[in-house]
């Protein structure tokens, strides 16, 4: 179909959008191989957020030290940063939706590996092992769902991993705090296999991503895709002639990680990485590990800090929802701009509360909770909502395997980063000079963001590549900043 001149190939591509077979049920199965598909999110947030309330009963049974609890919680880091890596080739590949049948049965057998194993070596490179499936989920959901999904609702649907996200560690909390004693943390680690197997299940029956199937199985087999999850047919004609445009005559030179390295690639490689660090380098993922701990240091008892991390569990569920929900309308760029000074001034009072030492039940420990809390709330608000979609939408087609993969890795070395160094770190400048490290980082983002991510709400992924090409992808201060405007006029 892609031989022959511009006009024929046009009219075959129209011929082949008619002669096509609309599903009637397109909507509906566009929302379904979403949700499945970011299903993947929640046990994401499940396996790394159990290990919250997991850890104090794993380090009564295996008398771990400071340095082994440390290694036993960032162990899953390891294999995710790993699975980010490797899953970008496969992917590429194979596919998509291949990817994710295979990274789920990683996750059955990683998590029933953790809870069956007998000493402390082997949870630890079963966690690696479980890595794997997290790193890997975080390279290729967020990619299959926005190549999946039209360019109006592209933000809503790949947010809804983040707010998978946030039910999978609302659930580990739930969990770590209610079944804890009745369970033991065997039981409480094995039984995110279920999900896992579900979802595994349900991918063999869904679409896989019209882009990656127009690049490796021809425009046609794209049309098919694309006709299950697109209503109209005019919607498909104008989307496929963009994607055949796309992905027609593409260089050698511009796939895989030799296409990372062309200079008019930079701007979005800079955006999505500089996003990608700051998305765990900003104490977030500092908070749901350790909020028991650093709660139990300071005074609080045990149930009382399980608690504080059941609360901000929540906190970060309904804020990624709300974030699922308002992100097209309000535009990543601009959630990121809007809610980070609040992520800057929350960590600041919360360094101050670590740092007088409030006594139990007084005022100062109340405000300790509720700057943690109003931390959560425009954080997860804020660059968690944006860090996973700007990696999946910012990069052009031929080198989206190998930037996915870069932008996952760098997602979880920075939150191997902040994991290995939290722990070290308070004891060197105490739990509230550490807080004021991280109000640095978020500061930091908010600078960064200002002057080097423009807006892509609105925007098609095709928009997004000729924007590089044509070397208009920048924000312009004072101006609308959207890729989506300037594509426009």
């Not at 400071?66 to 970008?88: D, E, W």
């Not at 919360?350 to 943690?372: C, E, N, Q, R």
């Not at 920075?414 to 722990?423: F, G, N, Q």
């Amino acid at each position: 179909m892609s031989s022959g001149s511009p006009a024929r190939v046009s009219k075959n591509i129209t011929n082949a959008v008619d002669a096509a077979e609309i599903s009637p049920h397109a909507h509906r199965t566009l929302w379904i191989a979403a949700t499945v598909a970011a299903i993947c999110g929640g046990l994401y947030g499940y396996d790394t957020g159990i290990i919250s309330g997991a850890l104090l009963l794993m380090t009564k049974e295996f008398h771990l030290d400071t340095g082994m609890q440390a290694t036993v919680a960032s162990a899953i880091l390891i294999g995710a940063t790993l699975g980010a890596v490797v899953t970008g080739w496969f992917s590429e590949k194979f596919g998509r939706r291949t990817t994710v049948i295979v990274v789920t049965a990683i996750f059955v057998v990683g998590a029933i590996a953790c809870s069956l194993a007998p000493d402390v070596t082997l949870l630890v490179a079963a966690r690696v092992f479980l890595g794997i499936a997290v790193g890997g989920a975080t390279q290729v959901v967020p990619t299959y769902i926005s190549e999946l999904a039209p360019h109006d609702r592209r933000g809503q649907l790949v947010t809804m991993f983040n707010v998978a996200i946030g039910i999978g560690i609302f659930l580990a909390n739930v969990v770590g705090f209610a079944m804890r004693d009745a369970w033991g943390w065997r039981p409480m680690v094995s039984i995110a296999a279920l999900p896992a197997a579900f979802v595994f299940i349900s991918m063999f029956f869904l679409p896989k991503s019209p882009r990656w199937t127009a690049e490796n199985e021809g425009i046609g087999s794209a049309i098919e895709q694309l006709s299950r999850v697109r209503s109209s047919r005019k919607q498909i004609r104008r989307e496929i002639h963009e994607i055949h445009e796309n992905t027609s005559g593409i260089d050698d030179d511009e796939r895989g990680w030799k296409g990372l390295a062309l200079p008019w690639v930079r701007p979005a490689l800079i955006a999505a990485l500089g996003i990608a660090f700051f998305t765990q380098a900003g104490g977030l993922e500092m908070m749901i590990y350790y909020t028991p701990t650093f709660l139990s240091d300071a005074g609080f008892g045990a149930s009382s800090a399980l608690l504080a991390s059941l609360g901000v569990s929540i906190v970060y569920c309904i804020m990624t929802l709300l974030g699922c929900l308002f992100v097209d309308r309000i535009g990543r760029r601009r959630l990121v701009l809007i809610m980070g000074p609040g992520s800057v001034i929350s960590l600041i009072g919360l360094g101050i509360m670590f740092a007088i030492h409030p006594d139990k039940g007084s005022v100062g420990s109340y405000a300790t909770v509720a700057f943690l809390l109003l931390f959560m709330l425009f954080n997860s608000g804020g660059i968690q909502v944006v860090g996973w979609l700007i990696g999946a939408e910012m990069f052009p087609l031929p080198m989206r395997g190998a930037a996915t993969s870069l932008h996952a890795a760098v997602l979880w070395g920075s939150d191997y980063l902040v994991t290995r160094t939290a722990l070290p770190l308070v004891t060197l400048i105490s739990l509230g000079g550490t807080m004021w490290v991280y109000a640095g980082v978020n500061l930091a983002c908010v600078l960064f963001v200002l002057f080097f991510v423009p807006e892509t709400a609105g925007a098609t992924l095709e928009d997004i590549e000729t924007s590089l090409r044509d070397d208009t992808f920048r924000p312009h201060l004072g101006e609308n900043p959207s890729i989506a405007y300037k594509a426009a006029n």
